[in-house]
């Protein structure tokens, strides 16, 4: 069973910087992806950010040169550092975890809130 806790969410003026981080214990496949989605008030929960057997990587058109995703050696963290924060970014963020070889097994997070203000 994977486990993930997500952690540096908080208030940031816009422009701001905030760096999440999601711990990721229980067993990973050597096949997996990793990623960072976000949901706003009233909206449908989007991919920010994913990182594919720990090299490569993508992003959503609206954080691309702003948002970097990364994870450990040992792939026991996720990280998203987040640059230029904008108040369209304010979301609750979620760290995802898709692990397997022939069945695939997804795992969320709890989330964390990031407000940006204007």
């Known amino acids: 069973q994977v486990q993930l806790v997500e952690s540096g969410g908080g208030l940031v003026q816009a422009g701001g910087s905030l760096r999440l981080s999601c711990a990721v214990s229980?067993?990973?496949?050597?096949?997996?992806?990793m990623g960072w989605y976000r949901q706003a008030p009233g909206k449908q929960r989007e991919l920010v950010a994913a990182?594919?057997?720990?090299?490569?990587?993508n992003y959503s058109d609206s954080v691309k040169g702003r948002f970097t995703i990364s994870t450990d050696n040992a792939k026991n963290t996720v990280y998203l550092q987040m640059n230029s924060l904008k108040p369209e970014d304010t979301a609750v963020y979620y760290c995802?975890?898709?692990?397997?070889?022939?069945?695939?097994?997804?795992?969320w997070g709890q989330g964390t809130q990031v407000t940006v203000s204007s």
């Open positions: 990182i594919t057997n720990g090299d490569n990587t």
């Open positions: 229980g067993s990973i496949f050597s096949g997996y992806v």
């Open positions: 995802n975890v898709a692990t397997g070889l022939v069945s695939w097994y997804v795992y």
